[in-house]
């Protein structure tokens, strides 16, 4: 079966980056898109960008431009988000989830909060 | 960027009766239109994808139907495990956008 399995809590101080990870199982990694998303408790949720695995080409939201960086490892199944120049403004919960077209998003990681704190 | 706006933004009904959710989009989108839940604490779960396919798995009780800006998503008979938000997606054009979501309860 599918699985999307994101990495642990992180507590980063300000101006600090961090990298998430999604480590994925069960389908054919290195032809697939991943998806990377942004959702403050409560609030609703923000597309940040899309990487093919194939090829390890993107695409950004423009609001995150400068701000997230997407690889993937293929040889590891995994795909990576690096996040720059932490501020609070960044705490939030981060997902990773598969996007298989036509359906969209079908999978999806279990989340990751990202706390910036000093 | 296209908005995406839901309504109502919260929703009391009873056990058993039918639910429409709203979502319009300030552009035509063309169908590409999914439906997501979520639970508290948990990642979203995809329902329905461009506009009125029903995901693998998702009780026929979910659907959707729309076309142009407006998009609905209908239960046609609500039970207490369909106690979630729920947000609407467009995938039309970049940058994907969601609405602002609509919060289900049980009357």
């Known amino acids: 079966q599918v699985k999307l399995q994101q990495s642990g809590a992180e507590l980063v101080k300000p101006g600090a980056s961090v990298k998430l990870s999604c480590k994925t199982s069960?389908?054919?990694?290195?032809?697939?898109?991943m998806s990377w998303f942004k959702q403050i408790p409560g609030q609703s949720i923000e597309w940040i960008g899309m990487?093919?695995?194939?090829?390890?080409?993107?695409g950004y939201n423009q609001k995150f431009k400068g701000k997230a960086t997407l690889t993937v490892d293929t040889s590891s199944s995994t795909a990576y988000m690096d996040l720059s120049s932490l501020t609070t403004e960044d705490s939030a919960v981060y997902f990773c989830?598969?996007?298989?077209?036509?359906?969209?998003?079908?999978?999806w990681g279990q989340g990751v909060m990202v706390t910036v704190s000093s | 960027d296209i908005q995406m706006t839901q309504s109502p933004s919260f929703l009391s009904a009873s056990v058993g009766e039918r639910v429409t959710l709203s979502c319009k989009a300030s552009?035509?989108?063309?169908?590409?239109l999914d439906w997501y839940q979520q639970k508290l604490g948990e990642a979203p779960k995809l329902l329905i994808y461009?506009?009125?396919n029903l995901h693998t798995g998702i009780p026929s009780r979910f659907s959707g139907s729309g076309s142009g800006t407006d998009y609905t998503l209908t239960i046609s008979s609500l039970q207490p495990e369909d106690v979630a938000t729920y947000f609407c997606?467009?995938?039309?054009?970049?940058?994907?956008?969601f609405g602002s979501g609509t919060k289900l309860e049980i009357k």
């Open positions: 990487i093919y695995a194939g090829d390890g080409g993107t």
């Open positions: 552009q035509n989108i063309n169908k590409y």
């Open positions: 989830a598969r996007n298989e077209q036509p359906r969209g998003f079908d999978y």
């Open positions: 997606l467009q995938r039309n054009s970049w940058p994907l956008t």
């Open positions: 069960g389908y054919t990694f290195s032809t697939s898109y």
């Open positions: 461009n506009t009125n």
